[in-house]
């Protein structure tokens, strides 16, 4: 029943910012944690940030100190402000609501995803 659309995506020089946003149709943030997830071509989907019902944040140690989850639960989105963007963080990236309300990091620990968001650093 959920629906996520991110948004925010494209091409930015390496060094850059770039912020990503995902809309939640219904209220889905009240109890489940939140995720973002990166594939490259070739590359299994791989774990960037999540942020639990309660709003602590976990992330991976690729993106720690340059990206920042957040979530607004009375807009209904979840974001992701990624700074001092760097080649290797060109991907799909996809928002994706969890099954739980702590930390996940876990691919089958998410039931919903969204469509995806290309990002694409420039070097």
């Known amino acids: 029943q959920v629906q996520l659309v991110e948004s925010g995506g494209g091409l930015v020089q390496a060094g850059g910012s770039l912020r990503l946003s995902c809309a939640a149709s219904g209220r889905i943030f009240s109890s489940y944690s939140m995720g973002w997830f990166r594939q490259a071509p070739g590359k299994e989907r791989e774990f960037v940030a999540t942020?639990?019902?309660?709003?602590?944040?976990y992330y991976a140690d690729s993106v720690k100190g340059r990206f920042t989850i957040s979530r607004d639960n009375a807009k209904n989105t979840v974001s992701l402000q990624m700074n001092s963007l760097k080649p290797e963080d060109t991907a799909v990236y996809y928002c994706a609501v969890s099954k739980y309300g702590g930390i996940t990091v876990r691919v089958n620990e998410y039931a919903s995803w969204g469509q995806g968001a290309q990002v694409t650093v420039s070097s």
């Open positions: 942020i639990t019902w309660n709003s602590y944040t």
